[in-house]
């Protein structure tokens, strides 16, 4: 259970009112719309994609790393089952991942709190998440040390999605519903960026 204390979790169901926690209903009707933009505000996103998805809803993950380590692990554990409760789908791929990539190298792209990862990382999966949003890169960074992982994790915090160096060659890149509010042309350049990490025989996994 995540310590009554500890105001991380927020709703699943998005707030617009004044004195939400998270005001995820504001900022999800300013980044999402029926006609997409033409550019890509990266501020608002950041807002919105602090509050990472899980099992439990949406964790603030700013509200996350302000926690004892104790609270934090209780937190961090409780949402990661659940993620794979709700979602079955995520754990047989993950399951697979596991096998298939351990001693090799992956990319995440918009890891969020690391969910997936960390179970990555556990398997022996070499992994480097990228994600526009500083505390979530450090929600994953803590959970790697506290579980002594982190020898196997690299993170890199985006700047500009569409332009940045993420290295590799990776045998994959995971892409989890990270794109949706980028604008179209921004997408495209992701993933060319994206593509030409991949090692010559990799795999880019894109779930929309």
């Not at 979790?9 to 504001?26: D, K, M």
């Not at 609270?71 to 079955?88: C, I, M, V």
């Not at 047989?92 to 992956?106: K, Q, S």
């Not at 940045?164 to 892409?175: K, S």
């Amino acid at each position: 259970m995540v310590p009554s204390a500890a105001p991380a979790v927020c709703s699943p169901v998005p707030s617009a009112s004044p004195g939400s926690s998270c005001n995820e209903g504001v900022i999800l009707s300013r980044v999402t719309s029926t006609k997409r933009p033409s550019t890509f505000d990266l501020d608002l996103s950041r807002r919105y994609w602090k509050h990472a998805p899980s099992g439990l809803g949406k964790i603030d993950s700013e509200e996350l790393l302000k926690l004892d380590d104790a609270a934090f692990s209780d937190a961090w554990s409780a949402n990661a089952r659940s993620r794979l409760t709700h979602y079955l789908e995520e754990d047989h791929f993950v399951r697979l991942y596991e096998r298939e990539f351990r001693d090799r190298r992956v990319l995440s792209f918009g890891s969020g709190l690391g969910l997936i990862e960390l179970r990555l990382l556990r398997a022996g999966v070499h992994v480097t998440c990228a994600d526009i949003v500083a505390s979530n890169l450090g929600v994953i960074e803590r959970a790697a040390r506290m579980e002594g992982v982190e020898s196997r994790l690299r993170t890199i915090t985006l700047e500009d999605p569409p332009h940045a160096e993420y290295g590799g060659p990776y045998d994959g890149i995971l892409l989890w519903g990270s794109l949706m509010t980028m604008p179209t042309e921004d997408q495209r350049q992701v993933l060319a960026a994206l593509r030409s990490a991949l090692a010559p025989a990799g795999r880019l996994e894109l779930l929309l």
